[in-house]
């Protein structure tokens, strides 16, 4: 018992912050080499005693992708060392992850059974803006890489979601896409409901963009991701060893326009941070609750509060990270026109009433 409790206050120790523990939301957060951190729409994995950053490195000018994506260690979650590029994309011409692709949102996973790392993105292929809506895989022995790129795909094709009955498949067949040319309508958004983009991409797989992936504790691991021209959020259960979909998979929130999903569990209660659809600007962020993964999802409203609520503090959401009995938040304040020079708002998340809360901070201290 005594045991326990010494190897419990040491990995306490180990994982907390000792140092100047500030963070500093907004700010240009400079790495071991003194130069600003270049992962953005990132996320984070714990292992092995350090925090790795996986995001997308960002040129001056362009979004789009030139080096791939990068990783950065740290122990305590302030200071990063710079580990290089962890997907490198490709010089080959006509290669799936060609330089000049665009390739959003990396997150990766350990998988314990096959012991490797698994990451997922978004990816467009070059020279077709967004409309290849495919998502990325890509394994590695070690944490920080190097990966190898092992394909691209739309999601779930020829599946329909998991929790869709007879009749709403039947249903499917009365939706004919001529009776809804004219978008934003309360006829088109009930089509949208019932499954009017699913059916189109239906053969082809659906559309996958913004993501976020999740591991949850009983090993199982999830792929979140905007679908249905972003106007709908699919869940889809990966395979054990994590390298593909299983073709298990809800929708959530039909006809919502979420993007940017970031989920955490507490409690036994799944939480989702999302934003609307408008760009590179920010927007009011959205958060849906759940008691199972797989729904039903309900939503709450915007859990930012304060000044600078209604654009999440000018920033769109990207991850939420587990330290010690809380979370993180992490979001992008994105910088289109110099992408390179996007800034990152990590936020504690505080819960009123059992709700999470985002309130602005100009700076906080990780020990608080
Ligand atoms: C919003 C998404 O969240 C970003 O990742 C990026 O795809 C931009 N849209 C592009 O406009």
Known sequence: MKYFYYITILTVLFYS???DCTIKPGQIWAD???VHINAHGGGILKYN???YWFGEHKADTTSSAYVGVTCYSSKDLVNWTDLGTALKVSDEPGNEIEKGCILERPKVLYNSLTNKFVMYFHLELKGQD???ARYGVAVS???EGPYK????CRAD???YPCDFTAEDIAALDTLNPDNYRDWWTDKWFKAIEQGLFLKRDFKGGQMSRDMTLFLDDDGKAYHIFSSEDNLTLHIAELTDDFTAHSGWYVRVAPGGQNEAPAIFKKDGTYWLITSGCTGWAPNAARMF????IFGPWSQHPNPCVGEGADTTFGAQSTFVLPYKDGFIFMADIWRPNHPSDARYVWLPIEFSDGKPVLKWREQWNLNE
């Open 289 to 292: 609750s759940a008691k199972k």
């Open 32 to 34: 071991n080499n003194n």
């Open 49 to 51: 005693g350090l925090y």
């Open 149 to 152: 790129f092992l394909y691209s």
């Open 17 to 19: 912050c000792s140092t």
């Open 141 to 143: 022995e070690n944490p």
């Open 157 to 159: 094709a020829e599946k």
């Open 130 to 132: 967004y409309s290849a």
